[in-house]
């Protein structure tokens, strides 16, 4: 990189020579499959017709893979979305039954298989389309209880008030 250096106008600028990957390795997609993934993050959020909703990133967890984002995942708590919604909580080892409270923590480092395919997305705003990476209907299933983490130790056990603790909504 070179200093600061005026131009006629005083404008200050930067030169830069980036590498010639358009892409960096580690924020290339995965290929369409199924991969061992551990939620990595989550997000609350709403939907546009008022039902709470969180966004499950999925990471994979094991192999030549580890490490890259394999899709994110959207659970809505809605009448319509409840068969799904149960499905992935089943699979990721949380209560599906009753009256429960999620925080975001108790979805951290949950673990399951998880299947992406390729999904083209137009923007609605750009009109842009992307090529991005999709977990359909059933695609994701419980892993064995007793896979270890990529770092040897068993699933993370969940925190205290946690969806687990038996804490339930009032």
């Known amino acids: 990189m070179q200093e600061y250096?005026?131009?006629q106008s005083d404008e200050p600028y930067t030169e830069a020579e980036f590498g010639h990957d358009p892409v960096p390795p580690e924020f290339m997609?995965?290929?369409?499959?199924?991969y061992l993934c551990r939620v990595a993050e989550a997000r609350y959020g709403v939907t546009r017709t008022g039902y709470p909703r969180w966004g499950l990133k999925f990471v994979v967890d094991q192999g030549n893979e580890t490490g890259r984002m394999a899709a994110w995942d959207g659970l809505v708590f809605s009448p319509k979305a409840e068969t799904r919604t149960r499905q992935v909580l089943a699979a990721l080892g949380l209560p599906h039954t009753g009256s429960v409270r999620f925080y975001a923590a108790d979805f951290l480092g949950r673990r399951a298989w998880v299947t992406v395919v390729e999904e083209s997305y137009q923007h609605p705003d750009t009109g842009r389309t992307s090529l991005r990476?999709?977990?359909?209907?059933?695609?994701i299933r419980p892993c064995d209880p007793e896979e270890k983490d990529a770092s040897g130790g068993?699933?993370?056990?969940?925190?205290?008030?946690?969806?687990?603790?038996?804490?339930?909504e009032d």
């Open 154 to 168: 068993e699933h993370p056990s969940p925190g205290p008030g946690s969806a687990d603790s038996g804490e339930s």
């Open 133 to 139: 990476m999709k977990v359909p209907y059933e695609g």
């Open 5 to 7: 250096e005026k131009t």
């Open 29 to 34: 997609r995965v290929a369409p499959g199924t």
